[in-house]
Nanobody, 116 residues
Framework: QVQLVESGGGLVQAGGSLRLSCAAS????????MGWYRQAPGKQRELVAV???????NYAASVKDRFTISRDNAKGTVFLEMNSLKSEDTAVYYC??????????WGQGTQVTVSS
């Protein structure tokens, strides 16, 4: 199993920046994909950015060129650097980890609020 703990959310003005962090514990060496999803009020949870253990990344079109995901496989950590934030980025952000390509784990979520 894997446990995930996020930090770094908060309130920021439009155009500002935030950095989210997520630390995994447990079977860190078996994590394949790791990254971030978000869920805005009244909307479905959506992918933001995911990074495979190979280094391959996948970004949502809405955040590409503004957000950057980084990951330390050995430490089981993943980060999301968010720049040029917009009001539509307001959501609860969830850390995600996939174990052995089969089992999905989620963090408790951290609120990001962008004021316009």
């Amino acid at each position: 199993q894997v446990q995930l703990v996020e930090s770094g959310g908060g309130l920021v003005q439009a155009g500002g920046s935030l950095r989210l962090s997520c630390a995994a514990s447990g079977r860190i060496s078996s994590i394949s994909n790791m990254g971030w999803y978000r869920q805005a009020p009244g909307k479905q949870r959506e992918l933001v950015a995911v990074k495979a253990s190979s280094g391959r990344t996948n970004y949502a079109a809405s955040v590409k060129d503004r957000f950057t995901i980084s990951r330390d496989n050995a430490k089981g950590t993943v980060f999301l650097e968010m720049n040029s934030l917009k009001s539509e980025d307001t959501a609860v952000y969830y850390c995600y980890a996939e174990l052995e390509g089969r089992f999905a784990y989620w963090g408790q979520g951290t609120q990001v609020t962008v004021s316009s």
